[in-house]
């Protein structure tokens, strides 16, 4: 699989960058719009004011300018006024603030921005306002021109304030947070290291785990969660290494027993014509024993893929049903003890194979003893117990007794016989029937196995 071209600190500053830039142009332009509103809105109250001031000093037919000038608070260097006086029946007269009428000589090269902007080479951008008032029979035109430059000049600076600060606030926060994307994803490289490690580990002792980094909480979790799903795969590893080991061991036996009783009849059955049906009788009797063991091999694989559904059930009738069924001894009596009646929720005819599978575990074990099937509500749920007097199960021996092929005592094991597979397909049709199997000690002696079934669905 190749490489990924990027790492996460990469693509965390990238879209950081993306995202501060973004923000950065957005900031600006709202900042650079609301300060451009905000000078042009003063701008438009001074002129305002300065035309009312003007229209004010109008008398006689004329502006005074020296009352207008003591009363507008006006820049005469910036500001031009031109006021224009016509008569009905005479020719317009033309008055002028001073430098106005050679500011208005460059009209030629005067051109419109956009309404009441004026743009003029070599004075600049004004703002420009005109007015037009009636006095009887005379019409009065009052016109103002303002200076932007001011305005202009401060808003380039406050532009460029904007722009500096925000390249050095992109550049500077880029390097923090790829400094912060990398130590959080440390973290992440530091597992992807170790499970590399354990990867390319030669001699692997399936102990191994992953280191768990202490924050943030998602990675602390995420190597929980590793390490947990990497002890589950070592156990599998480990029981199916075990599994592997004791089939071969347990089909060896049977094995042997049918190449040495095949060699025999080879070398001897002319001479001795008397053997042939005593190792033919064994053959098939270690042919069996191998077919036993293969289809419960089978059986418990197909349970690891297996769903049983459940329904409700008389736990107590089966009990009694399949201790009727059991075939079983004079020397090795069945007792039955039941309430009326116990409802369980669960898959009925696995729940009678397991129950087969125990009684015919405390038949080898029981050593002729009393073999008894309880059944009782618990507060847990329906619970079914099969117990007998043997010499039981130690503490060492109860957490292994349902693994696949276990021996409690190896020598005593081969004298009774058996695929050591019994426990093991119980154990795992109760896990299928989500409910729980268990064996303790039986009081004086022996052991008692107990399943304990839902009572709900």
């Known amino acids: 699989m190749p490489k990924p071209t990027e790492s996460s600190a990469t693509r965390i500053s990238r879209a950081y960058a993306w995202l501060l830039t973004v923000l950065m142009l957005a900031v600006g332009l709202a900042t650079v719009s609301v300060v451009g509103a905000h000078l042009v809105r003063n701008k438009q109250e001074d002129a305002a004011q300065l035309m009312t001031t003007l229209q004010n000093s109008f008398a006689d037919n004329k502006p005074d300018w ?103 606030g992109l550049l500077l926060g880029i390097w ?152 079983v001894g004079d020397h090795q009596p069945l007792q039955v003890i039941t309430d009326n009646s116990v409802l369980a929720y669960a898959h009925r005819d696995s729940i009678e194979q397991v129950v087969v599978a125990l009684l015919n575990n405390a038949e080898k074990y029981g050593e002729n003893s009393q073999i008894t099937i309880q059944v009782s509500r618990t507060a847990d749920g329906a619970e079914l117990s099969v117990s007998d007097q043997g010499p039981g199960v130690s503490d060492a021996d109860k957490d292994k007794v349902f693994d696949r092929f276990y021996r409690v005592d190896a020598s005593r094991e081969k004298q009774i016989g058996g695929t050591g597979l019994g426990l093991a397909i119980a154990k795992r049709l109760i896990d299928l029937n989500h409910s729980e199997l268990k064996v303790v000690d039986n009081h004086p002696t022996g052991a008692r196995f107990v399943i304990t079934l839902p009572t709900n669905d």
């Open 176 to 327: 923090l947070i790829h400094i912060f994307a990398r130590r959080l994803n440390q973290p992440l490289v530091d597992l992807t290291t170790a499970a590399e490690t354990i990867v390319e580990t030669k001699d692997a002792t399936y102990h191994e785990t992953l280191p768990v980094p202490a924050g943030p909480a998602e990675v602390q979790a995420l190597g929980v969660e590793f390490n947990r799903l990497l002890a589950s795969l070592n156990q599998q590893v480990i029981r199916d290494h075990q599994f592997v080991s004791d089939a071969s061991h347990e089909l060896r036996t049977p094995l042997a027993a049918i190449r040495g009783h095949v060699g025999l009849i080879r070398r001897h059955a002319k001479d001795h014509p008397e053997i042939v049906p005593e190792s033919l009788a064994t053959i098939e009797a270690s042919s069996l024993a191998m077919q036993e063991l293969i289809e419960r091999l089978l059986s418990l694989s197909r349970m690891d893929h297996a769903h049983l559904a459940g329904d409700w059930f008389d736990l107590s009738k089966l009990a009694n049903r399949v201790a009727a069924a059991y075939p």
């Open 66 to 168: 020296d009352y207008w000038r003591d009363t507008a608070n006006v820049n005469m260097r910036t500001s031009f006024v031109r006021v224009i006086v016509k008569p009905k029946t005479k020719t317009a007269r033309y008055y002028y603030t001073k430098h106005t009428q050679a500011f208005l000589k460059d009209n030629w090269d005067t051109w419109a921005l956009w309404s009441h902007v004026q743009y003029q080479k070599k004075h600049g951008i004004y703002y420009h306002l005109a007015e037009t008032k009636h006095y009887g029979t005379t019409k009065v035109t009052y016109e103002l021109w303002l200076s932007l430059n001011n305005m202009i000049e401060l808003f380039k600076l406050t532009l460029l304030v904007i722009v500096v600060m925000s390249v050095i």
